[in-house]
T-cell receptor, first 116, second 117 residues
Framework: DTGVSQDPRHKITKRGQNVTFRCDPI?????LYWYRQTLGQGPEFLTY????????KSRLLSDRFSAERPKGSFSTLEIQRTEQGDSAMYLC??????????????FGPGTRLTVL | AQTVTQSQPEMSVQEAETVTLSCTYD???????LFWYKQPPSRQMILVIR??????QNATENRFSVNFQKAAKSFSLKISDSQLGDAAMYFC??????????????FGKGTLLTVNP
């Protein structure tokens, strides 16, 4: 296993369009997280799954955002009716419940979204 | 809610020298984890070092060590014998010790470290 992968790496879209990002976690990891990182800021938590259940959503996740993790494997993050303020790096991370001190989160390379 | 503050937006160090990055945090919890993550340019974030709040001993990983001051809520990272490959954005992060919905990481704004040859 080569780690957490995300697709696409870059996405340019026009305001008002819908976009969908995919995250493939490390295969044995049952927890999956989405974060958003804007320029000059640290990553901010968006949402978290344990297996297929979405257990927490940040207030940052407006109604235009939806995330899924069917069958507890890969996850998708969809943004509807994109706005220029959605431009950011979207990071995915995964961890194994019960594994290691602090249940270390392994991060993917991110998807950079630019909304024109 | 917990907050993490990194007061140094940028730092620079000469190759082979030592540099210390600062981090303070605010929490009402007694048990938690603290982390330093490294994010090289255009590359994914990797864990550098972690500290459990219940441990008094400071964590060390090769050239990386921390100075954890629980009462002062301070968690600094020391990089010894700096190498060109250490150049990156460094993020300090906090995570609650308890489970449930508290597995999320809370990050500071980061410190951009430049290593000069």
């Amino acid at each position: 296993d080569t780690g957490v992968s995300q697709d696409p790496r870059h996405k340019i879209t026009k305001r008002g369009q819908n976009v969908t990002f995919r995250c493939d976690p490390i295969s044995e990891h049952n927890r999956l997280y989405w974060y958003r990182q804007t320029l000059g800021q640290g990553p901010e938590f968006l949402t978290y799954f344990q297996n297929e259940a979405q257990l927490e959503k940040s207030r940052l996740l407006s109604d235009r955002f939806s995330a899924e993790r069917p069958k507890g494997s890969f996850s998708t993050l969809e943004i509807q009716r994109t706005e220029q303020g959605d431009s950011a790096m979207y990071l995915c991370a995964s961890s194994y419940a019960g594994g290691g001190l602090g249940n270390e989160q392994f991060f993917g390379p991110g998807t950079r979204l630019t909304v024109l | 809610a917990q907050t993490v503050t990194q007061s140094q937006p940028e730092m620079s160090v000469q190759e082979a020298e030592t540099v210390t990055l600062s981090c303070t945090y605010d929490t009402s919890e007694s048990d938690y984890y603290l982390f330093w993550y490294k994010q090289p340019p255009s590359r994914q974030m990797i864990l550098v070092i972690r500290q459990e709040a219940y441990k008094q001993q400071n964590a060390t990983e090769n050239r990386f060590s921390v100075n954890f001051q629980k009462a002062a809520k301070s968690f600094s990272l020391k990089i010894s014998d700096s190498q060109l490959g250490d150049a990156a954005m460094y993020f300090c992060a906090y995570r609650s010790y308890s489970g449930g919905s508290n597995y999320k990481l809370t990050f500071g704004k980061g410190t951009l470290l430049t290593v000069n040859p």
